[in-house]
């Protein structure tokens, strides 16, 4: 086989268990999980013709059945792209094995099975990322951990009851309590990296002056609302919203004030609009309101609220207090819309035309 063909296949094994909507970290989990597993169902394949040519006939059964559900198990993913299911599995098998290979070798240490289950469970609870993955993990590992003494004590070595010192039932029920504890310290380092994860997300889709969306997540709100509008029906309004001369505000007052306009319009905005809508900065004075259901007339009737609202508003300054007016510009969802850039391109071209008339004002742009 030409090394290109087999680059090609090993390009395409990495990707097998991927859809589009995954991240670039959930690709590389998704591969590194692929390829190792891949490598063990080969060494499971090796050391199965080996046990059997050694004349180990029955105990090659053990390795070549792994490499078969890790076979079963990839074109599973292959089809289904149901990656859970088969890294729970894949998993599974993994910690199964060194256990599967010491009988397959034929021989025991006493607990064998009680100690590689208990360091191979424990070294996975370093991989946990919440608390119902280290609770579910931990049912799993304790159930291992009593099967474990029952098999040692009651198949593979009956009248052996000795490990360092210690009868096997005595062994096992240490085990549990101190891994009991220790899962405990787990499920804690799970809830921490929980928070730190949603604090972190929390960062990433926030305006740090204003607290509300980034341009980004405001962007996402938007994108996914349209994708379900196009595939189910229904409607929506896009406002975009420019402070008017906020360059002379700076100007005149400082920038320390023109962060004070930029609050206040912002809370201006929140509390004009309905608990369903969104907004969010879309850079500098410039804002964007997302309107689910929302016709041409409904929007305008709320622009023409936050725009007589805005022009009320008063920040003190150290002279006198400083005021200022908002020009927006609103378009609609339509049909033939093939993404969200075009219903904004809209509602910034009505902007536009609203600051070319005189700035202070409403516009809309009918849909095409
Ligand atoms: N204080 C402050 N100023 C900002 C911030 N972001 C952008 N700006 C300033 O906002 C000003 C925007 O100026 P322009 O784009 O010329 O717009 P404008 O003066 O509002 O004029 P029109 O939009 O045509 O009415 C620039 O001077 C930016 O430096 C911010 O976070 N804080």
Known sequence: MPIKSIRNYLQILGT????????????VGHGFLIYTGALMGLGGLLWGTLSFFSGLVWQSLIPYGY????IVNFSYLYYSKKFELVRIIQMA??????????????????SGAVIIWSILSILVGFTFQNRITTLRWFIFYLALIV??????????????????????????????????????MFFYFAANAENLKTQLETLAHTDPLTNI??????????????????????????????????????????????????????????????????????????????????????????????????????????DNACTFTVSIGISVFASRD?????IIARADSALYQAKEHGRDQVRTSPAV
């Open 16 to 27: 097998i268990g991927n859809v589009p909507e995954n991240t670039e970290r959930e690709k």
């Open 67 to 70: 490499t078969l559900i890790t």
């Open 93 to 110: 098998i993994s910690v199964l094995l060194p256990f599967l290979f010491q009988i397959s070798l034929g021989g025991f240490i006493p």
């Open 147 to 184: 099967a474990g003494g029952v098999i040692d004590s009651n198949i593979f070595l009956a009248g052996s009851v000795d490990t360092y010192g210690l009868s096997i039932l005595f062994f096992t029920l240490n085990l549990c309590v101190t891994s009991t504890i220790i899962f405990i």
């Open 213 to 318: 969306s980034n341009r980004r997540h405001i962007f996402e709100i938007m994108e996914s609302e349209f994708n379900r509008v196009k595939r189910n029906g229904g409607t929506f309004a896009v406002m975009m919203l420019d402070i008017d001369h906020f360059k002379k505000i700076n100007d005149n007052f400082g920038h320390a004030t023109g962060d004070q306009v930029i609050k206040s319009f912002s809370l201006c905005l929140t509390r004009n609009i309905r608990k369903i809508d969104s907004v969010g900065r879309y850079g500098g004075e410039e804002f964007i309101i997302f309107l689910p259901d929302s016709s041409l007339e409904q929007a305008h009737t709320s622009a023409q609220r936050i725009n007589s609202h805005c022009r009320e508003l008063q920040i003190a300054t150290s």
């Open 338 to 342: 093939n993404c969200i850039d075009e």
